[in-house]
């Protein structure tokens, strides 16, 4: 069993390991074996609750939808916490910080092998770009 230690908000610029091990919704937090709380970035999902909030962008994929699509990325639900995280057991995913995320999160471009998973929930129909946060990246 992996201990978690305090998250901490990665500094913008850093790139940095993040082993998942659980899942909120389809856009993070994503919680780390290694510490922080990644919130993907340049991508909005659905609330759990299915709600879109004021301003940002909205997709038409449920939130719980997003979110099991993310878990399914991730190598697959290995159970839920009490507060209802969905708990995986990832490979290591290599990530860029662009600094807070808010809420205690870092937000970050992730990618699992070869695999972005901003860009893969877009493309899938999960998420939609949200330009005020995307930095400029450009998905391919």
């Known amino acids: 069993m ?3 230690i305090a998250a901490a908000i990665i500094a913008a610029g850093q790139t940095f390991t993040c082993t998942p091990v659980s899942v909120w919704d389809g856009d993070g937090p994503i919680k ?6 990644i919130r993907l970035a340049g991508i909005a999902a659905r609330e759990i609750d299915g709600e879109c909030r004021r301003g940002h962008p909205c997709p038409k994929a449920s939130g719980p939808a ?3 699509h993310l878990v399914k990325l991730l190598g697959g639900s290995r159970g839920r916490t009490r507060n209802g995280h969905i708990l995986v ?3 290591p995913m290599r990530c860029f910080s662009m ?4 809420g205690g999160r870092t937000a970050a471009w992730c990618s699992l092998g070869r695999v972005d998973l901003s860009c893969k929930m877009v493309r899938d129909g999960y998420a939609l770009r949200w330009a005020r946060y995307d ?5 391919r």
């Open 32 to 37: 780390c074996s290694e510490g922080p709380k």
């Open 99 to 102: 600094g807070s995320g808010k």
């Open 66 to 68: 997003a979110r099991d």
């Open 135 to 139: 930095g400029g990246r450009v998905c």
């Open 2 to 4: 992996s201990i978690l």
């Open 89 to 91: 057991r990832s490979a």
